[in-house]
């Protein structure tokens, strides 16, 4: 079976990459001519643990190739669209110029029988307007949402925990299940539904696990002036099968370039169909995450004592998660553009992030060296979770630095331990 993506970036290159792994011919298009010249070199244009490997070795079997030419889609039979739809700007609502321009640009090239696959997270409704414009073709169109994890988006499509298609008809189903074979075979779930159900998986599965972050730290926030300790609580809370402890992590909150928008996106098309009370809560869902990252500025001032203004600190992570150089939206990098912002002398380091954080506020000095970003540092602010910076040793730790006070920005470190090698330890939402 030969296939076509559309779009190559983060979803379309691990989309066309993984399906090439599992032994489909697949092209891959995008109108970036510099991203397509990469990835012919089986470079990935970002980080992806697990992609390299599987790029290289699809790259050299022929079975994938890439294209800046849509007409090179032609004698696929079928088409992912997995470009991006990113928030409009000054608006909430989700921006469909490239799905909408990704499916116009294909629709010349497509053959009877064929299949149009929509994998961006769209708003509902988006399918059924897009299939009025590809069924004149005498092709057809499925919806078929991702749930990637950035860090683990090349086991999540070789091995997804469930498959879902918005579907017209009985001819999507027999391809889809022919593309996912193999996850079939492993048992993998799948649920057959129409293109509102199926477009509505993937905002009201981010919608979910962005109201369980943003619950805890709005936990947090009450444990803060207490004294409860939200860790211990999560813990409690997390024994309960109904709830369980996974995002119940309480800290500076979500980010990235999904959840965060996403969830706008979903109030905006709420509004639009007259629903807007029904997801109303998710506004403050934004509101108490957004909360987070002004919490910890304000934590970095006052264990500065009032004021950030000349003081050195580090700032331990830039991308919105460990295990991805994505900068979009990141709670880390905003929390140090803060603090630059109030006068601080920021040296931030990341594994991954600093060449795309670098270009997005080239004013904040990086340092690829973490030993290097915390020396002589008044302050450090732990922000995203990277192995290396959880694995700090707090005694040789405060050999390196100018002052000894830490703010953990997602409870990742012991605090006792902290304490006892001389460190004034600042969390979120405990003690």
């Not at 997804?160 to 593309?179: F, S």
């Not at 159900?197 to 207490?226: C, D």
């Not at 119940?248 to 909150?253: K, N, R, S």
């Amino acid at each position: 079976m030969r296939i076509s993506v559309i779009g190559c970036g983060y979803l379309g290159a691990v989309h066309a990459s993984a399906m090439a792994e599992l032994g489909l011919d697949v092209i891959g298009i995008d109108v970036d001519e510099s991203k397509i010249a990469r990835l012919q070199a089986a470079e990935p244009p970002f980080f992806e643990p697990g992609l390299p490997e599987i790029l290289a070795t699809a790259t050299a079997s022929g079975r994938l190739t890439f294209s800046t030419d849509i007409a090179d889609a032609k004698g696929a039979t079928v088409h992912f669209v997995a470009v991006g739809t990113p928030q409009k700007p000054g608006s909430y609502a989700a921006d469909l110029r490239f799905v909408d321009a990704a499916v116009e640009a294909l629709l010349p090239h497509l053959n009877p029988g064929d299949l149009v696959v929509g994998k961006s997270t769209v708003p509902v409704g988006t399918a059924e307007r897009l299939a009025a414009l590809v069924e004149p073709t005498g092709a057809s169109l499925a919806w078929n949402p991702e749930f990637l994890r950035e860090g683990f988006a090349v086991k999540d499509t070789i091995e997804p925990d469930r498959l879902v298609y918005g579907v017209r008809d009985d001819h999507a189903v027999e391809v889809l299940d022919q593309v996912y074979r193999v996850a079939l075979e492993a048992g993998t779930p799948r649920i057959v539904t129409d293109y509102a159900t199926a477009e509505l998986v993937k905002v009201a599965a981010n919608a979910f696990l962005a109201t369980k972050i943003s619950f805890i730290n709005a936990m947090a926030e009450i444990a803060e002036v207490t004294g409860a300790d939200v860790t211990q609580l999560a813990d409690a809370i997390g024994h309960d099968a109904r709830i369980g402890r996974r995002f119940l992590g309480a800290g500076v909150g979500f980010g990235g370039g999904c959840l965060p928008k996403d969830i706008r996106a979903f109030t905006a098309r709420a509004e639009e169909l007259g629903k807007g009370e029904s997801v109303a809560f998710l506004k403050e869902v934004d509101a108490i995450n957004l909360r987070r990252r002004d919490r910890v500025v304000d934590l970095a001032i006052d264990a500065l004592g009032g004021s950030v203004n000349d003081r050195k600190i580090a700032v331990l992570g830039v991308a919105f998660k460990p295990h991805s150089d994505d900068v979009r939206d990141s709670p880390a990098l905003d929390v140090a553009v803060r603090l630059k912002g109030l006068g601080a002398r920021v040296v931030a380091t990341d594994p991954e992030g600093i060449e795309n954080a670098r270009a997005r506020h080239p004013q904040l000095d990086y340092n690829a060296s973490l030993d290097e970003t915390l020396r002589d540092a008044d302050l450090v602010v732990l922000v995203t979770e990277w192995p290396e910076f959880r694995g700090l040793d707090p005694v040789a730790t405060g050999e390196i630095v100018a002052g000894k006070r830490v703010i953990d920005g997602r409870n990742s470190y012991d605090p006792a331990a902290w304490r006892a090698a001389g460190w004034e330890y600042r969390g979120l939402g405990r003690a």
